[in-house]
């Protein structure tokens, strides 16, 4: 088993799709984090989470035929993993909110992550009253701002991947990234999780 742990997504695909048993290596290195980024971004509990988790190995592993290889495969899970989580939600009709920044095994952002190149969206989230504070502001935020913002800064997505998940040019995840981190200033101010500046 050791000896797959140093594959890369691509060599795994292709292991895959000469023996189905390997597929479970797939599920083995992506499990963890789908687990994550689907209670960061619905709310689900760890049971329903799980489920969803099965329906999402099932369509990949469905689908594993048609992945481009050229593509990157972390960028195409992911893409699945965010339908089902928009059609759980709409079958559900339950709200895309953040509800485990605060856990133990998490760390949240690092102190000046979020901070603008202008410098004047600097936060510090170091307490668990900040933690518990910043999941009460993201769930004010639209869901096409939380979620760029999640993939950005919590599961550590590029431009470019993040264009691939959610399907939009960069330029427009970029635009969409600003304007997160802008109306997201705001609310924090309101949650004190960035004191106003003076004048």
């Known amino acids: 088993m050791d000896k797959y742990k140093n594959l890369s997504d691509l060599q795994l695909v292709q292991l895959s799709l000469k023996d189905h048993q390997n597929f479970h290596y797939l599920m083995e290195r992506y499990e963890p984090p789908l687990l994550r980024y689907m ?3 619905a709310s ?6 799980e489920d969803l ?8 592993y469905r689908n594993l035929n048609g992945f481009d290889q050229k593509l990157r495969f972390s960028s195409w899970i992911y893409r699945i993993a965010h339908n089902e989580i928009v059609n759980q939600a709409y079958k ?3 709200r895309s909110v953040t509800t485990s920044l ?6 949240l ?5 979020w ?5 004047d969206a600097h936060f510090e989230l170091e307490s668990k009253d900040s933690s518990e504070r910043m999941r009460d ?12 913002l999640i993939l950005k800064f919590f599961e550590d997505k590029s431009y470019r991947e993040i264009s691939a998940i959610l399907r939009k040019p960069e330029g427009t995840i970029a635009t969409l990234i600003n304007r997160a981190k802008k109306k997201f200033k705001k609310i924090a101010i309101r949650y004190q999780l960035e004191s106003e500046r003076q004048p």
Request: hydrophobic letters at 30%.
């Open 44 to 49: 689900v509990t760890r049971e329903e989470a």
């Open 53 to 60: 988790l099965q329906d999402i190995f099932i369509k990949v």
């Open 102 to 107: 605060n856990e133990s095994n998490e760390h």
């Open 115 to 119: 901070t603008e190149e202008s410098g």
């Open 137 to 148: 502001a993201l769930m004010k935020l639209p869901d096409k701002y939380r979620e760029v």
């Open 109 to 113: 952002l690092k102190q000046g992550e």
């Open 92 to 94: 559900k009709k339950v």
């Open 39 to 41: 209670k960061r971004t």
